[in-house]
């Protein structure tokens, strides 16, 4: 079975989408789907190679939540190569849209699956202190939720 692809990107792949990544990886284990292929990447290019922000990682830490990721920059093919592609904020949603005119991956911004909030920005907690990063996390964490359930209603994944 071909495996369903999902990519959560940011700005630089430190903090946010490195994050959303390892959250909706631990949701999909537990839910005992082998059938995704997740990954994330930045628009921008300035931390490639970087491990995530130690906020981040710490973050993670803090939930129990498996963390192992390299930032790379997100690349046009990755607009046909995944099957869903998932935006932190508007500047992100305008960024995927420049690279290519002839996407076939869905592309939401992530909080439009957010039971709170639907459809505002995950904000950027770079140039801020630890508690961004505690907010960032619950945000990731209820819109992992729905943006699962959604990808399960359409792939027809039975829930266990
Ligand atoms: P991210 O956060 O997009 O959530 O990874 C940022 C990390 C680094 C920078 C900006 C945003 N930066 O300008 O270096």
């Known amino acids: 079975m071909t495996k ?3 990519l959560f990107v940011c700005l630089g792949n430190i903090c946010r989408s490195p994050l959303a990544e ?3 990886s631990d ?3 537990r839910a005992g789907l082998e059938s995704m292929l997740i990954d994330s990447c930045g628009t921008g290019g300035y931390h490639i190679g970087h491990l995530p922000d130690p906020r981040s990682m710490a973050v993670a830490s803090d939930h129990n939540i498996p963390m192992d990721h390299r ?3 997100l690349t046009k093919a990755d607009l046909t190569d995944f099957d ?3 935006g932190m904020d508007d500047e992100n949603m305008y960024n995927i849209g420049k690279l290519s005119s002839s996407p076939t991956a869905e592309t939401f911004k992530m ?3 957010d039971s709170e909030g639907e459809d505002k920005d995950v904000p950027d907690p770079y140039y801020g202190g630890d508690e961004g990063f505690e907010s960032v996390y619950q945000m990731l964490d209820r819109s992992s939720d729905g943006l699962l359930a ?4 359409k792939h027809g994944l039975d829930r266990s």
């Not at 959604?150 to 209603?153: A, K, L, S, T």
């Open 4 to 6: 369903i692809k999902v």
């Open 22 to 24: 390892a959250v909706f």
């Open 27 to 29: 949701k999909v284990r």
């Open 71 to 73: 930032a790379r920059r």
């Open 84 to 86: 869903y592609v998932i």
């Open 111 to 113: 909080r439009k699956f």
């Open 150 to 153: 959604y990808i399960r209603n």
